[in-house]
């Protein structure tokens, strides 16, 4: 007698074949590609000089100080608060306290010096200098207006011969960003940068050929570097002071700074909530 066929293997496929087929999960939506330079915003560097600036800021975006020093040479006073907000790596580096005088170090030397070694650390694709500044009455400026930079230069730098002129005032273009301006309804104006507070008259007389709306400490310097290294920057300033009005400009500039450091922080806010998810091509 024949034993009976083993139709097991049968009967298991004629079950498996009414199981139906599950169909795999779609892969997460692409971004679109960028247009232009095909870079997308996705590491930001602000540089700014002052504690009282940087800290409203750290605590809006919930930024961690970085505490093992490996990212800067040994003994600088520089320091990096970083975090991820959105779609960014948002790092925030200011150059710290001055290490005899215990005051903020301001001007060009150190924003050039963080700037350069925060780009060759952390490779951004946007600088964002932010911070506050003079503004000028003659070209419409008031105390608390917020302006985006649209060319950088410097007032103190001047060297009576030709070409080295030219190279002295360090004119350049900044990033062109129409779709932020028109977003954030960010006034716009050009920026002149010198390491003193006050304005000599042969400053004024620069500031006036740079046709310049606000002065600062660190712009011109900021942009320098960035442009060495091929970095676009844009640069938030706001107002604390009138240079060619009729207060003391250090009376005013302590007077205002508090309040208008509140302005400064909530527009470099929008200007990151803007940025998430775009291109640089479509800033």
Known sequence: MAPPEDNAGEAAE?????????????????????GGDGRRVSTVLIIIAMQTEALPLVNKFQLSEDTDGSLFP????????????????INLVWPGKDSVLGVDSVGTVSAS????ASVQALKPDLIINAGTAGGFKAKGACVGDVYLASDVAFHDRRIPIPVFDLYG????????????????NLKVGKLSTGDSLDMSPQDEAAILANDATIKD?????????????SVPAIFVKAVTDIVDGEKPTPEEF??????????????????????????????
């Open 217 to 229: 400490m660190e712009g011109a310097a900021v942009s320098y570097v960035a442009g060495l290294l």
């Open 74 to 89: 040994k003994g600088v006073p520089w320091v990096r608060y970083h975090g991820k907000y959105k779609e960014l790596d």
């Open 169 to 184: 005032i360090g004119a350049r273009r900044t990033l062109s960003t129409p779709n932020l301006v028109k977003e954030l």
């Open 14 to 34: 004629e079950e498996g074949s009414s199981i139906p087929e599950v169909a795999p999960a779609p892969s997460p939506a692409k971004a679109p590609a960028c």
């Open 113 to 116: 010096l963080v700037t350069y």
């Open 254 to 283: 302590l007077q205002n700074l508090i309040a208008v450091t509140a302005a400064l922080d909530q527009a470099v806010s929008q200007v990151i909530d803007f940025l998430s998810g775009k291109c640089l091509s479509e800033l």
